[in-house]
């Protein structure tokens, strides 16, 4: 009899268990996403205390570029030497990086102090991701999506509002220490909960690769970064990154075809799955991070909204795509079908941009709300799918390489979105506000297209409706532009082929209890 009350026990402890480390890894992923909102935040006071006002973007920069280039070696490591270690390594070097932050003396010191907090913060989204994939099967995995797409939105909605608060009661050092008590708290949650075994690779790591991976990507991240800002599109710094980004991933992935443990096994890109969610994820960070810059700033410009408020601005959106990938886990879980996500979100993601590049200066707040929310229905079909097909491609030897890749692929989207759709956005409210804002009007504009609501309220009444004119024209444009490149993740989302999800959904029997071990690494 205790033996029959020890066996019907050990499936709750199990799931207690999973439960615990999934605590830990969503305070992870928060660490992960919620850093850059609050840090945007606290940004005029720490220069206000630094100075050094002119190297203001790198200290953006430098996070960017570390973590993207981070991000597949994390994946390769995790694969390679076992996942518990290399994530809680991760998660140490992202602490070490926020605390060495907030003692930062100047700004050179927070420049590449931040670069050490990236390079940790590039594996905190892989390890999530790569751990979720080891311990719960496919078709199980669909309802963890909702945690997942609430963390998201949580940290877009309260970043800022936290970021504020904390600058303004704590002061902007504390930006960066509210780091060190939530990540203890997920590294020992994870110490004492996750039991994954560990292994040893004989091979060694592929040097080369990853030095030539690293020099690509941040080649690319730099020209989208600087690109129509710091220097021309055309001129001579833009097009060496350009020479030196291509020449470098060229040699990438030739050497990766020799290496004999490659950092971004290629093999994974024979499965079509793979490289469709891929260049979907690609177009999901290319419209998201732009729908998330140029929709707060119409809303305070043009709408008149506080800025304080920003995070809530976004709510429709954010609040739809929570409730969607709740609903669309559910059903993957119970049904173990997904093609229909794909599919169906890349339509209300174009259709939804293109609602939004129809706002103008006399657009409501409830009609916006309501395109937005178009938006959010649309990604939340696609945030969470996308890398729960991708994973379901590879087999579990390449499931840190899987999740590192297609997470690199939404970083990547996500410079390129915010770099393209801000230079359009840019030139666009320039143009306009040289035409119907006269001198002055070019001169507002002059440096940057984007002005804060305490500068609007200083212009006079006919610059101020020159520039919200201008602003409407700026987002039509730069909407307009999301809604055409969403079309490619639509005719990708066509050719998705659904291929059965590994491990048992609600409808177990006795054959099924047998395989899905996707527990061991």
């Known amino acids: 009899m205790a033996d029959t009350q020890t066996v019907e026990t050990e499936p709750d402890k199990k799931q207690r268990s999973v439960r615990v480390v999934l605590l830990a890894l969503m305070i992870t992923m928060m660490l992960a996403m919620l850093d850059n909102m609050i840090v945007g935040t606290a940004m005029p006071t720490i ?10 973007s790198w200290v953006v920069t430098a996070y960017t570029l570390a973590t993207a280039a981070a991000t597949p070696l994390w994946g390769k490591l995790g694969d390679m030497y076992g996942r518990k270690g290399v994530f809680m390594s991760s998660i140490v070097l992202f602490l070490v990086g926020s605390a060495l932050s907030g003692m930062a003396q100047d700004m050179g010191q927070l420049i590449g102090f931040r670069a050490v907090q990236g390079l940790g913060a590039g594996g905190l989204m892989v390890g999530v991701m790569a751990i979720i994939g080891d311990l719960i099967p496919p078709r199980e995995r ?4 909702g945690m997942m797409a609430g963390v998201m939105a949580l940290a877009m909605i309260g970043g800022p509002l936290v970021g504020g608060t904390i600058t303004d009661n704590w002061g902007w050092r ?3 220490y509210i780091n060190l008590p939530l990540g203890v708290v997920s590294l020992g949650l994870i110490s004492v909960v996750l039991h994954l075994p560990k292994k040893r690779a004989q091979a060694r790591i592929d040097y080369l690769g990853a030095a030539l991976l690293t020099v690509g990507i941040t080649s690319i991240v730099l020209v989208t970064t600087w690109g129509g800002t710091e220097y021309a599109w055309t001129s001579a710094r833009i097009m060496e990154l350009i020479g ?3 020449a470098a991933l ?5 050497w990766q075809t020799k290496a004999a443990e490659p950092v971004v096994p290629l093999h994974i890109f024979r499965s079509r799955n793979f490289t469709l ?39 429709p959106m954010l609040g739809a795509m929570l409730v969607t990938s709740m609903v669309a886990g559910r059903i993957t879980t119970n049904s173990g079908r997904y093609y229909v996500f794909p599919v169906v979100g890349s339509v209300l993601m174009v259709i939804g941009l293109y609602l939004l590049s129809t706002m103008d200066t006399g657009t409501s ?3 916006s709300g309501v395109f937005m929310a178009v938006v959010g229905f649309g990604m939340g079909c696609l945030m969470q799918i996308t890398m729960l097909v991708a994973q379901n491609s590879v087999e579990m030897k390449d499931m840190g390489v899987a999740s590192s890749s297609t997470t690199l692929f939404r970083t990547l989207g996500s410079s390129f979105g915010v770099a393209i759709m801000g230079a359009l956005f840019n030139h666009r409210v320039q143009d306009v506000m040289a035409e119907r804002g006269g001198a002055l009007g070019a001169k507002v504009t002059e440096q940057s297209a984007s002005l804060d609501w305490k500068s609007l309220q200083k212009l006079p009444v006919s610059v101020r ?12 444009s730069a909407f307009l532009l999301g809604s055409i490149v969403a079309v490619i993740a639509l005719v990708a989302a066509v050719f998705v082929k659904e291929v059965p999800l590994k491990g048992a959904g609600p409808q177990k029997s006795a054959d099924d209890a047998a395989p899905a071990p996707l527990v061991e690494v």
């Open 244 to 246: 030196i980004g291509v």
């Open 47 to 56: 220069v206000g205390e630094l100075g050094g006002l002119e190297h203001l």
């Open 174 to 176: 504390w930006s960066f």
């Open 465 to 476: 409706e020159a520039y919200q004119y201008a602003v409407s024209a700026g987002t039509h």
């Open 277 to 315: 969610m891929s260049i979907i994820g690609f177009i999901t960070g290319f419209v998201m991070f732009g729908a998330t810059l140029f929709l707060p700033l119409y809303q305070q410009s043009v709408q008149g909204a506080s800025a304080t408020n920003s995070g809530l601005l976004l709510l």
């Open 365 to 367: 707040r409830f009609t």
């Open 142 to 145: 669909g309802k963890y999506q």
């Open 250 to 254: 060229v040699g990438f992935v030739f």
